[in-house]
Nanobody, 115 residues
């Protein structure tokens, strides 16, 4: 079965960096685009970044120029490098894949940006 497991979250000061990683299993990873979403308390879950199976990327305006999504098809992982973090980046970050019209999510990893 499809499994997505995120790691790398934590507490960081404003201006700092974190790298999130999502390990995928149970399907042909290289054939599917992958996404990172985030959800702050009391808010909806929003798309942060997307990478296609071919490696093309897209970002939300709020993270453009600060976050970078990448994938390693040999390791079945997708990463989100987050730089210049701001308090408003505080949220639970989720890895996502849509496979055969079904959405799969990881358990989420908490990112807190605070001094």
């Amino acid at each position: 079965q499809v499994q997505l497991v995120e790691s790398g979250g934590g507490l960081v000061q404003p201006g700092g960096s974190l790298r999130l990683t999502c390990a995928a299993s149970g399907y042909i990873f290289s054939a599917y685009g992958m996404d990172w979403y985030r959800q702050a308390p009391g808010k909806q879950r929003d798309l942060v970044a997307t990478i296609t199976s071919g490696g093309s990327t897209n970002y939300a305006d709020s993270v453009m120029g600060r976050f970078t999504i990448s994938r390693d098809n040999a390791k079945n992982t997708v990463a989100l490098q987050m730089n210049s973090l701001k308090p408003e980046d505080t949220a639970v970050y989720y890895c996502h894949v849509r496979r055969r019209v079904i959405d799969y999510w990881g358990q989420g990893t908490q990112v807190t940006v605070s001094s």
